[in-house]
């Protein structure tokens, strides 16, 4: 409300602006917070949390029911908990993507584009494990897609963070391919702080997620 | 014994003036405190509803002359205040309305019944429990209840959700697979309440009625009573015949007659059709012609519902409507 | 209007860069705010008049007890049609298309700030809704209700693929309206022009930038309940089994999360329609703008505090439904500001009855009484009496026919000359007034009575002598005159068409950016980018305002991008131009949607082709300033 009486105020005290806003020798090329793609990079992010936000809400929403209720128990009963090692392994390898694609974009920024390509392959290598762990982990399960709420919560939730991970897989590679082949440099790389971006989330993501599906369940019971 | 519930739906229903589903038409306290939170909302929502109309008009069509000075900010400003000031005032009558009545519609307390109530697709399973919650015996789409005191309902779902309502005695709750929902009532004038379901429950949700009667004490428990016996003995040839085509045609798959045949509560209990008002969930009047028409043409008269039609040669027809009449 | 001597402007140029592409191919590549805005606006108003004929069947059958027009299979399918396209096709949509229109006209600028993502998000919202009415056509459409419950929605109680086609096409909405609202946010905070700071925004444009930011909070509720339905139905998981641990409440919790926002989500946009239009022909700046757009802004907070009433009835604990009745009222407050703002406005003015006021005047009187039985409703002794009876019915079409359909109908008639240069007759535009305010009235306000004498909602038939007969049969001819009303508008289109007068740049004298430029706008929107001082600028700075932004390239599509509170002048970015990826991507997304109703594979399938597409929609071009323009 203040900021909104502060712009009122403004208004009054706004006079007649009669010179022209020559800006055609401002440059061309943004990128960061002036550009209207870092903008909506928020905002998509914001709904990609809020998703999983909303997930974690509704596990969180059975576990009050089948508990209070009396009803099953959470997990319910009878359920083997999923092993917690590939999952875990994850969040260390989810984390170096992240740092190398900051390090990355900061080094690009300097002009070093060879180490970020650098970075770049070592970020896809570390998130293409992740994604084989996360098969593997599938794999490993010791119970079905359906065979009570707790385990549909637990498909669900590593699935939905998998299309990040693999969207972001994608964007990396496609980031140092176009490096390589010079369309990103030092001052073109929008591309390069919307990957930031989007890793950032997909690594912080990930720890809710495997905290609340793998350990809160052994903390409790 | 029910004598004087017999008669005609009809007439019962033509001379409640709201009709015999109406909230208006109360039979017990809780439904009239709603009237009376009623009463205080219309009259608010009224008198805003006139004074803004009004507002409008005259602040649309009031005369202006031609050099007239524009109305000051600082006067509309103090005009919008005394709005806001005259809404927070209201809203907080509503509130306090509201919240007082809910208090009176939570209140817990003893009840001289336990009712269980099962929605199913589409008609209602009724089964009354005994001091110790045991079952005592089972009917559908007619709930008796004794005035003067309250009785609770026990409101569960196996299938899809369901609500239960019958306006003339209480608001309504929903019956929720997996859930078991209570609702305390009391009637406190003899009569018979229509109640539909209110939750859009799949292709017949629009005919899943049912009825509440409420009967005098000394009546209801002759009418506990009866119920608890078994289905009554056929007597001569013709409902023996009609009891064998019950049994063999198909019906006893579906539809339990304590005594006869226990089925696996697929379709309503049958064992106290006869006294009954109406079939079928409450959709048509419980007369020999339409015992006949809702046996051989179900799917005719409620598209989609879960009874199959039944094809009889016309006397083993006759003969399963003779004895359903017989099941007093 | 530029269109001064000294003009340093080759209009012809800027055309030429703006302009779209031309051809069947061209079609599917253009981008421009304006063409996507009306074909938004087309497609969502011809799935109303559906919707709408679909309302007047139900009124028929329901005319009379025991009517055989409509048997009750295909009387489901209508009602839960009717329902999913008001809301989902038709309201968001059209107040969509408004605003991709509008807001780059009123807030100053060339187009908005990812044009092929409006691209895409017109396709996928297209193709959505043709699917949706195909099913109805094919007798498979969705039957459980717009609402969809489970465990009803579940495939033991639903198998065949009605309801899957329901959770595909809540898909194709969801993404639609996300990628809409994405675009709105940015572009609204990004893109005003120099000097419009958040205090000379106007109202129309902080109601749509409050209802896209709804958008992004309340839509990843029904996100992730479709696709738990979605997954339920196909893959057996068990969100909403009670018997293995899911809930059924859990649904109901999220679907009304997005469900109640989503009621403001249309009606804020709709009040900013009447905030724009009032105020012009009254005369006189609307009175109490900080007040309206702060009572915009506490509707849009507040409304996410309401979800739970309407589930008054599930028997939740009397504690929480105490907090959500007491909101709902609250609620009623914000409300209540924007109403004496309006009026204030009217009396403080001198109000002149053309068809956009008179929409905007009965929207007051029928919204007015919407708002009220609204308030009634969050009482909760009395919700439980009339919830998911034809109260309700009264209620909420009070609400969205009277609170958002007649402000869109306003809104129609006051912008037809932006869009078309052309007038609508004010003689029909009357006649079509009186029509859907008489017939609206008489089909809906019997209904509260309806509800009163105990008749539920959704039902396809009902009994004789339930004293239901007459009223029923009153509300059906009110019908029928409020879709001749409708009809109306129709005609008044087509003869604007053929011989409408044309209307001039500014022809209601409106103060809004918009009517600062030609009507229609040149395909560039403004020939110079103008510097805002005023909430009025029109009427303070008339048609040649002060020099505004000058330097902007004529030979590429670029936009000035300032500060999101004081619109500082920050940036110069260019923008993309046409495309045919979006158009792929909305197809490649279609498939995944409507193939994930017969395998999860196809949604793998679309999902990794989807990426593909995406690097192809963002593959550096070569551009006409820099060699070379990242995405």
């Given at each position: 409300m203040l900021v909104l009486a502060d712009q009122i105020h403004c208004e009054r005290k706004g006079g007649k602006v009669s010179e022209p806003i020559d800006v055609s020798q401002w440059p061309r090329i943004h990128s960061g917070v002036t550009h209207p793609f870092w903008w909506g990079g928020v905002v998509f992010i914001t709904i990609a949390a809020t998703i999983i936000a909303v997930f974690i809400v509704g596990f969180f929403y059975l576990w009050i029911v089948n508990v209070a209720l009396d009803r099953m128990g959470w997990p319910p009963a009878g359920t083997q908990l999923p092993p917690a090692l590939y999952p875990g392994i994850e969040v260390l390898l989810l984390g170096i993507c992240a740092f190398t694609t900051i390090y990355g974009g900061k080094y690009l920024e300097r002009g070093h584009t060879r180490i970020f390509v650098l970075a770049q392959f070592l970020c896809s290598g570390m998130a293409a494990t992740?994604?084989?762990?996360?098969?593997?982990?599938?794999?490993?399960?010791?119970?079905?897609?359906?065979?009570?709420?707790?385990?549909?919560?637990?498909?669900?939730?590593?699935?939905?963070?998998l299309m990040h991970v693999v969207a972001a897989l994608f964007a990396t590679a496609i980031l140092a391919w176009l490096a390589i082949k010079g369309y990103i440099n030092s001052e073109r790389r929008l591309g390069v702080d919307l990957n930031i971006m989007h890793w950032k989330f997909t690594a912080l993501s990930w720890i809710p997620i495997y905290l609340m599906l793998y350990w809160l369940p052994r903390w409790t019971q | 014994m029910c004598k004087g519930f017999r008669i005609p739906i009809v007439a019962l229903l033509l001379m409640a003036c709201g009709g015999p589903q109406s909230m208006f038409e109360t039979a017990g306290p809780d439904a009239a405190r709603v009237i009376v939170l009623w009463w205080i909302l219309f009259a608010i929502c009224l008198f805003v509803t006139i004074?803004?109309?009004?507002?409008?008009?005259?602040?649309?069509?009031?005369?202006?002359?031609?050099?007239?000075?524009?109305?000051?900010?600082?006067?509309?400003?103090?005009?919008?205040?005394?709005?806001?000031?005259?809404?927070?005032?209201?809203?907080?009558?509503?509130?306090?309305?509201?919240?007082?009545?809910?208090?009176?519609?939570?209140?817990?307390?003893?009840v001289a019944l336990t009712i269980d109530v099962v929605g199913k697709l589409?008609?209602?399973?009724?089964?009354?429990?005994?001091?110790?919650?045991?079952?005592?015996?089972?009917?559908?789409?007619?709930?008796?209840?004794?005035?003067?005191?309250?009785?609770?309902?026990?409101?569960?779902?196996?299938?899809?959700?369901?609500?239960?309502?019958?306006?003339?005695?209480?608001?309504?709750?929903?019956?929720?697979?997996?859930?078991?929902?209570?609702?305390?009532?009391?009637?406190?004038?003899?009569?018979?309440?229509?109640?539909?379901?209110?939750?859009?429950?799949?292709?017949?949700?629009?005919?899943?009625?049912?009825?509440?009667?409420?009967?005098?004490?000394?009546?209801?428990?002759?009418?506990?009573?009866?119920?608890?016996?078994?289905?009554?003995?056929?007597?001569?040839?013709?409902?023996?015949?009609?009891?064998?085509?019950f049994l063999q045609a198909g019906c006893a798959k579906c539809h339990t007659v304590r005594g006869v045949a226990v089925a696996v509560e697929a379709g309503p209990d049958l064992t106290h059709l006869a006294p009954r008002h109406t079939l079928a969930a409450a959709s048509l009047p419980n007369r020999r012609g339409h015992l006949g028409g809702w046996i051989s043409d179900p799917q005719g008269i409620k598209p989609g519902n879960l009874m199959p039609a039944t094809p009889l040669n016309s006397e083993d027809f006759q003969a399963l409507l003779r004895y359903l009449e017989n099941l007093q | 209007m530029n269109t001064q001597t000294d003009d340093p402007v080759n209009h012809e140029t800027l055309d030429c860069t703006w302009g779209n592409p031309f051809g069947l191919w061209g079609w599917f590549t253009i981008v421009n705010h304006k063409n996507i805005g009306i074909r938004y606006l087309v497609t969502a108003f011809i799935f109303f008049l559906g919707a709408g004929v679909l309302g007047v069947l139900m009124r028929v059958q329901l005319a009379s007890p025991q009517n055989d027009f409509m048997g009750p299979d295909f009387f489901n399918q209508v009602f839960t049609v009717h329902g999913t396209v008001m809301m989902f096709l038709f309201a968001i949509p059209m107040v969509e298309g408004f605003a991709i229109y509008l807001v780059?006209?009123?807030?100053?600028?060339?187009?908005?700030?990812?044009?092929?993502?409006?691209?895409?998000?017109?396709?996928?919202?297209?193709?959505?809704?043709?699917?949706?009415?195909?099913?109805?056509?094919?007798?498979?459409?969705?039957?459980?209700?717009w609402f969809n419950y489970p465990t009803l929605a579940l495939k033991e109680f639903s198998p065949s693929h009605r309801i899957s086609v329901y959770a595909t096409v809540?898909?194709?909405?969801?993404?639609?309206?996300?990628?809409?609202?994405?675009?709105?946010?940015?572009?609204?905070?990004?893109?005003?022009?120099?000097g419009m700071t958040l205090g000379r925004t106007s109202p129309f444009v902080w109601s749509i930038l409050v209802a896209a930011i709804m958008i992004v909070f309340a839509m990843p509720g029904i996100v992730v309940a479709s696709v738990m339905l979605a997954m339920d139905r196909l893959l057996e998981t068990a969100f909403f089994q009670p018997a293995l641990g899911g809930d059924v409440l859990l649904w109901q919790h999220l679907f009304w999360w997005f469900g109640h926002p989503e009621v403001y989500i249309i009606f804020l946009p709709a009040t900013g329609i009447v905030s724009t239009i009032i105020p012009v022909f009254c005369g006189r700046p609307l009175f109490g703008y900080t007040a309206v757009v702060v009572a915009i802004i506490s509707t849009g907070v507040i409304?996410?505090?309401?979800?739970?009433?309407?589930?008054?009835?599930?028997?939740?604990?009397?504690?929480?439904?105490?907090?959500?009745?007491?909101?709902?009222?609250?609620?009623?407050?914000?409300?209540?500001?924007?109403?004496?703002?309006?009026?204030?406005?009217?009396?403080?003015?001198?109000?002149?009855?053309?068809?956009?006021?008179?929409?905007?005047?009965?929207?007051?009187?029928?919204?007015?009484?919407?708002?009220?039985?609204?308030?009634?409703?969050?009482?909760?002794?009395?919700?439980?009496?009339?919830?998911?009876?034809?109260?309700?019915?009264?209620?909420?079409?009070?609400?969205?026919?009277?609170?958002?359909?007649?402000?869109?109908?306003?809104?129609?008639?006051?912008?037809?000359?932006?869009?078309?240069?052309?007038?609508?007759?004010?003689?029909?535009g009357?006649?079509?007034?009186?029509?859907?305010?008489?017939?609206?009235?008489?089909?809906?306000?019997?209904?509260?009575?309806l509800g009163f004498r105990g008749m539920p909602r959704r039902i396809y038939t009902y009994l004789p002598d339930l004293g239901w007969d007459i009223l029923n049969q009153l509300s059906t001819w009110g019908t029928y005159l409020l879709a001749l009303g409708v009809l109306v508008l129709l005609i008044n289109i087509v003869w604007s068409l053929r011989r409408g007068r044309p209307s001039g740049d500014n022809p209601w004298n409106a103060d809004t950016l918009e009517w600062m430029t030609t009507s229609p706008p040149a395909n560039y929107n403004f020939a110079e980018v103008p510097r805002i001082t005023s909430l009025n600028p029109v009427w303070k700075d008339g048609p040649h305002p002060a020099p505004g932004v000058r330097g902007?390239?004529?030979?590429?599509?670029?936009?000035?991008?300032?500060?999101?509170?004081?619109?500082?002048?920050?940036?110069?970015?260019?923008?993309?131009?046409?495309?045919?990826?979006?158009?792929?991507?909305?197809?490649?997304?279609?498939?995944?949607?409507?193939?994930?109703?017969?395998?999860?594979?196809?949604?793998?399938?679309g999902f990794c082709g989807g990426l593909m597409a995406a690097a192809c929609w963002f593959w550096p071009i070569k551009s006409t300033v820099s060699g070379k323009v990242e995405r």
């Open positions: 992740s994604v084989l762990l996360r098969w593997l982990q599938s794999e490993a399960l010791p119970f079905g897609l359906g065979d009570n709420a707790y385990t549909s919560f637990v498909w669900i939730l590593t699935g939905y963070h | 004074a803004v109309i009004g507002v409008l008009l005259v602040a649309s069509f009031r005369r202006r002359s031609e050099g007239e000075l524009p109305v000051p900010d600082k006067k509309l400003g103090v005009a919008m205040g005394w709005g806001i000031g005259v809404t927070i005032v209201l809203l907080t009558v509503i509130l306090t309305a509201t919240f007082r009545s809910s208090d009176a519609y939570a209140e817990q307390g003893p589409w008609w209602w399973e009724v089964t009354y429990l005994g001091e110790n919650g045991e079952p005592l015996f089972r009917t559908a789409n007619e709930i008796h209840i004794p005035t003067g005191v309250p009785v609770r309902f026990r409101l569960r779902s196996d299938n899809v959700i369901h609500s239960f309502w019958v306006p003339s005695l209480a608001g309504k709750v929903d019956l929720l697979p997996g859930r078991t929902n209570y609702l305390r009532l009391a009637a406190n004038k003899a009569g018979i309440y229509r109640g539909q379901c209110a939750e859009y429950c799949g292709i017949q949700h629009a005919l899943m009625a049912f009825l509440v009667i409420a009967q005098l004490p000394e009546e209801f428990a002759e009418w506990m009573e009866a119920q608890q016996l078994p289905a009554r003995e056929p007597k001569d040839e013709m409902t023996h015949r009609g009891k064998n085509v | 780059p006209l009123m807030i100053g600028t060339r187009d908005l700030c990812f044009p092929r993502l409006s691209a895409y998000s017109y396709y996928v919202f297209l193709i959505g809704g043709i699917a949706l009415w195909i099913s109805l056509f094919l007798g498979s459409a969705p039957d459980a209700g809540i898909s194709f909405i969801e993404v639609a309206a996300l990628a809409a609202a994405v675009e709105l946010i940015v572009t609204i905070l990004k893109q005003r022009a120099p409304s996410f505090g309401l979800w739970v009433h309407h589930m008054f009835a599930t028997g939740l604990p009397t504690q929480a439904d105490g907090f959500f009745a007491a909101a709902s009222g609250l609620v009623a407050l914000p409300t209540g500001i924007q109403f004496f703002a309006w009026l204030a406005t009217i009396w403080g003015g001198r109000p002149v009855f053309k068809t956009p006021f008179l929409f905007c005047f009965g929207f007051i009187s029928l919204f007015l009484i919407g708002g009220l039985t609204g308030v009634m409703v969050a009482s909760i002794p009395f919700d439980l009496q009339v919830h998911d009876s034809y109260f309700v019915v009264a209620h909420f079409h009070y609400v969205l026919i009277g609170g958002v359909v007649f402000p869109i109908f306003g809104g129609i008639y006051y912008w037809w000359p932006k869009f078309t240069g052309r007038m609508l007759s004010e003689r029909l009357k006649l079509n007034f009186w029509m859907m305010f008489i017939g609206f009235n008489v089909a809906f306000f019997p209904m509260h009575n902007l390239r004529e030979d590429a599509r670029e936009i000035i991008i300032t500060t999101s509170v004081e619109a500082e002048p920050q940036a110069v970015v260019e923008l993309p131009g046409p495309s045919i990826w979006p158009f792929i991507l909305a197809v490649i997304s279609s498939i995944a949607f409507i193939g994930s109703i017969f395998s999860p594979w196809w949604y793998v399938a």
